[in-house]
């Protein structure tokens, strides 16, 4: 099983930017889809982005289209989020997430999550 653990969070003013990243570990990383979630306070988890293993089919909540992008370094098995032009709406806990099943715009199954890093973007 994939274990994830995020990184890169942290304290931001608004139009600024932050590098999350997601490093995975275990045998079930090769072939996994990885996607970021993230949960304001008070708020249900939301999408935010997602890629498939080779990284070149990637899909984006609307919200953060053309400000945030998705990649990944399978030799390295790490996964980033690179978000910029930062909106205080967008603090919250931000977590990646695994699963093997294909297809990027359902994650009713998730085989694993990590733990979370907390993003805060001030006005």
């Keep these: 099983q994939v274990q994830l653990i995020e990184s890169g969070g942290g304290w931001v ?3 600024g930017s932050l590098r999350l990243s997601c490093v995975a570990s275990g045998r079930s990383y090769s072939g996994s889809i ?3 979630f993230r949960q304001a306070p008070g708020k249900e988890r939301e999408f935010v982005s ?3 293993w080779s990284g070149y089919s990637r899909l984006y909540a609307d919200s953060v289209k053309g400000r945030f992008t998705i990649s990944r370094d399978n030799g390295k098995k790490t ?5 910029n032009s930062l909106k ?3 603090t919250a806990v931000y977590y990646c997430a695994a699963k093997s099943q294909p297809g990027l715009q359902h ?3 998730v085989d694993a999550w990590g733990q979370g890093t907390p993003v805060t973007v001030s006005s």
Excluded: C, K, S
């Excluded at 996964?79 to 978000?83: A, C, F, R």
């Design 79 to 83: 996964v980033y989020l690179q978000m």
């Design 50 to 52: 997602g890629l498939n």
């Design 88 to 90: 205080p709406e967008e």
């Design 34 to 36: 990885i996607a970021w």
């Design 107 to 109: 994650w009713d199954t």
């Design 13 to 15: 003013q608004a139009g």
